[in-house]
């Protein structure tokens, strides 16, 4: 198994350059990549650089088998 790099909504917002909530609205739409635990959000570091590199666009379901 790989270590994926797993970010808090804190880590992703400072990559991104939004604010904590803006990042869990985007996870709350399904548009940001996310991982659940329980009520923890988490988001892998990979699937997020796939979600830039689509340009930022609505999450593709697919990429979830990435990585």
């Not at 939004?18 to 996310?34: D, F, K, N, V």
């Not at 892998?44 to 609505?58: H, L, M, N, P, S």
Request: charged share 20%.
């Amino acid at each position: 198994m790989n270590n994926p790099n797993i970010l808090t909504a804190q880590e992703v917002s400072a990559h991104l350059r939004i604010s904590p909530q803006r990042a869990y609205e985007l996870a709350r739409l399904g548009l940001l990549p996310c991982i659940r635990i329980g009520r923890q959000v988490r988001f892998d570091e990979v699937k997020v650089e796939a979600w830039i590199a689509a340009g930022g666009r609505a999450y593709d379901q697919s990429l979830k088998n990435a990585a």
